[in-house]
């Protein structure tokens, strides 16, 4: 069993950044690929970006590439999900995720078996 505590949302504006954390705790982190998912009020939850046990491979979707960078460090069991320029279309809670089967690229939800509780992201105009 993996706990995830997400963190690090907050309000900002266009063109801000922010750092988005994922500390988890109850298993061995580096067994897991981490996701970041983002949902917004009356849509399906949207894959974000996604890397690799041992930070090999990173995914994104293509409205983050070469904004967000996501990362990984195992000996603090935690993920990071850099984001720069953020735009108001960014704005969601956003999710980590662990995928304890599979290390490929992954943007099913389903993929996905435990998810930390959210943390708010707002960029304003």
């Known amino acids: 069993q993996v706990q995830l505590v997400d963190g690090g949302g907050g309000l900002v504006q266009t063109g801000d950044s922010l750092r988005l954390s994922c500390a988890a705790s109850?298993?061995?982190?580096?067994?897991?690929?981490v996701g970041w998912f983002r949902q917004v009020p009356g849509k399906e939850r949207e894959f974000v970006a996604r890397?690799?046990?041992?930070?090999?491979?990173?995914y994104y979707t293509d409205s983050v590439r070469g904004r967000f960078t996501i990362s990984r460090d195992n000996a603090k069991n935690t993920a990071y999900l850099q984001m720069n320029s953020l735009k108001p279309e960014d704005t969601a809670v956003y999710y980590c995720a662990a995928d304890l089967t599979n290390n490929g690229p992954a943007s099913a939800t389903g993929r996905y078996e435990y998810w930390g509780q959210g943390t708010q992201v707002t960029v304003s105009s």
């Open positions: 109850g298993g061995t982190f580096s067994r897991v690929a």
């Open positions: 890397i690799s046990r041992y930070s090999s491979m990173t």
